[in-house]
Antibody, heavy 120, light 110 residues
Framework: EGQLVESGGGLVQPGGSLRLSCEGF????????LSWVRQAPGEGLEWVAN????????NYVGSVRGRFTISRDNAKNSVFLQMNSLRAEDTAIYYC?????????????WGQGTKVTVSS | QSVLTQPPSVSAAPGQKVTISCSGS????????VAWYQQLPGTAPKVFIY???KRPSGIPDRFSGSKSGASATLGITGLQTGDEADYYC???????????FGPGTKVTVL
């Protein structure tokens, strides 16, 4: 069964930068689009970005477009989220999520999340 | 403001049935698969229904999904205290070029 493990969260000042990492284990990581999903305190889920298997295709939610960049390194079974110009409203738990052999149409594998706090 | 609409909460007594609606448009639910996720407090979401009405291995058949037009429904029968959680619908939105989640519905067992 597949597993995802995120890292890189922390406290950062408004306007600062942070790079999140997510490593996959136990499944064919390179076969799937990978996504980042976030959840602000007390709020619902918000999809942030995804990246195609070979890294050529990327999509972003409007509120992060131009500030966040998603990338991946299939040789290291890893996906990254570079977050620049951070704002207070980016404060959230960030999850890495992936489809699986079961379906390409839903997120079957989730990480445990990494917490990002943007505050002065 | 989500493009998918869900009721904020539903509740019922143990053993009873609840349904959660998810309303969208032709840009999302109307032309794409819907998934349902359960999130227990302090944990990552877990997919309970995928491709509108399919259950992953290990998910009880008390949970069911359906879709009609641009709306989807999650049904839970034989409600148990362990079903208390937040439930989110989700799917791809062609117009936004983004995956969208509903605002979530809190299920309470009375």
């Amino acid at each position: 069964e597949g597993q995802l493990v995120e890292s890189g969260g922390g406290l950062v000042q408004p306007g600062g930068s942070l790079r999140l990492s997510c490593e996959g284990f136990g499944f064919n990581f390179g076969n799937f689009w990978l996504s980042w999903v976030r959840q602000a305190p007390g709020e619902g889920l918000e999809w942030v970005a995804n990246i195609q298997q070979d890294g050529s295709g990327k999509n972003y939610v409007g509120s992060v477009r131009g500030r966040f960049t998603i990338s991946r390194d299939n040789a290291k079974n890893s996906v990254f989220l570079q977050m620049n110009s951070l704002r207070a409203e980016d404060t959230a738990i960030y999850y890495c999520a992936s489809p699986s052999h079961m379906t390409q149409q839903a997120f079957d594998i989730w990480g445990q999340g990494t917490k990002v706090t943007v505050s002065s | 403001q989500s493009v998918l609409t869900q009721p904020p909460s539903v509740s019922a007594a143990p053993g009873q049935k609840v349904t959660i609606s998810c309303s969208g448009s032709s840009s999302n639910i109307g032309n794409n698969y819907v998934a349902w996720y359960q999130q227990l407090p302090g944990t990552a979401p877990k997919v309970f229904i995928y491709e509108n009405n399919k259950r992953p291995s290990g998910i009880p058949d008390r949970f069911s999904g359906s879709k009609s037009g641009a709306s989807a429904t999650l049904g839970i029968t034989g409600l148990q205290t362990g079903d208390e959680a937040d439930y989110y619908c989700g799917g791809w939105d062609n117009g936004l070029g983004a995956y969208v989640f509903g605002p979530g519905t809190k299920v309470t067992v009375l």
